[in-house]
């Protein structure tokens, strides 16, 4: 098995700083013509490393990945609108091919100046320690995980079919240089491991990909699919009918993870008319300096100050994501916008499970309306508190502040899930399933 990184240039992982004096120098370059006109310059460079085992193949496969670009925002001479380009690369040529493309792209109104000015000062946010591990470390931790899945099939006496399986790390540096001061660094690494598996486990009516991430590869958990497996597992293979009356509704971590990133995404970004009121437990905060956090940082993606914000207090929602401090970018290629970081439901689930109503373990959101959601579920009756006969493609129709209204608890531990949300299982109460 190679060591290291084979074909991917990690000479900046010692000097990540490198980063933003080469961007300062393209972004020199760009003043010189500038006109009136200022100029946010932001860059982005992953180094990845990704181990693979296919069915039946004894051996693990090993790919790296060098992922560079650059985008560059404009602000109009009169401030009102800005305009948006990105390229891969990092050199002259990427910076001037976005510089035409920005001239061509449709400008979006500036309601607001769209970056922060930080006096020629370095903001830096930067991990203790970045380097990728080598290739022998990531194929002992694919074996463990994979030994793991083992135990979790034999201890549900049940057939695990593992199709692939891989693992993935990154080290990832993004700098900013902009008019008005805007100098700003910050590094991360990242750990992902994905299992397929060829049939459906549990209650799903398809086979589901399960997804884990850290923030650090070393804390990828070898249990992690296994325990995301445990959720999901419905022993009874009988299959009933959904009841005929209104029940609560237990949403295992998986799918309340799911369900609590939507609602945040529909009710607290933006929300003009604030104060609406929400069930016990949803109480939910965005914290992009949680330590823990897979997004986010000391300083959002447009160098603008983060800060802990509370959405729900149990009782009605307080606060929002929006403007200066929640600024992310899915990617180089799109704008910064408003979207949260790395939420968690603060209430704990030291509740036992309702004794009669429905798990879900796997959910489809259809967010027909705004107002108007269809959940498609798939789980087990409760019976007692535990899973009963499997309940197959049941709907829930409601709309999204009903839904939050009717979050009475929470179960159980509570679950960092790849969506940056950090929650127990949820209750939702009274539900009617057809």
Known sequence: MSQGLPNA???????????????????????????????????????????GLQEGEKTITVRSGVDEG????????????????????????????????????????????????????LTSDREPELRL???????????????????????QNAALEPLEAWVEVSATAESWVADGGLRALRTRARGWGVLRMREPWGAGSTSRPVLIARRSWKELPTTGWSTVLEDRWVSDRHSSPPPTRPVPVLFNPECAASLVLALVKALHIHEPDGGFPVGPAWKVVDDPVDPAALFGGSFDDSG???RRTL????????????????????????????????????????????PRGVLVTALTLHPLQP????????????????????????????????????????????????????????????????
């Open 304 to 306: 603008f100050a983060t």
């Open 9 to 51: 240039d990690a000479s900046w992982l010692g000097d990540a700083r490198s980063l933003v004096d080469r961007l300062d120098r393209l972004h020199r370059t760009l003043r010189s013509s500038a006109g009136r006109r200022t100029f946010e310059l932001y860059h982005r460079a992953a180094l990845s490393l990704r181990l």
């Open 311 to 354: 959405l729900a207090d149990g009782r009605r929602a307080v606060g929002e994501i929006g403007g200066e401090g929640h600024f992310r970018r899915p990617s180089f290629r799109d704008r910064p916008i408003s979207m949260p970081s790395h939420l968690t439901v603060l209430t704990e689930g030291d509740g036992p499970p309702p």
């Open 371 to 434: 107002d108007y959601w269809m959940l498609e579920i798939d789980g087990a009756h409760l019976e007692g508190g535990r899973p009963g006969p499997l309940l197959r493609s049941a709907i829930v129709t409601m709309s999204p502040r009903e839904l939050v209204r009717r979050c009475v608890a929470a179960v159980g531990p509570a679950r960092l899930s790849y969506l940056a949300v950090e929650t127990p299982a949820l209750v939702f109460d009274n539900l009617t399933l057809r």
């Open 70 to 121: 650059l985008a560059l925002r404009t602000l109009s001479e009169d401030g009102r609108e800005i305009f948006f380009a990105a390229s891969s690369g990092s050199g002259k040529h990427s910076l001037e091919w976005a510089l035409e493309q920005s001239r061509e792209s449709r400008g979006q109104i500036a309601l607001e100046h769209p970056w922060a000015r930080n006096g020629d000062r």
């Open 133 to 155: 591990p080598a290739a022998d470390e990531l194929s002992t931790w694919l074996r463990e995980a994979r030994d793991e899945l083992a135990g979790t099939a034999k201890r």
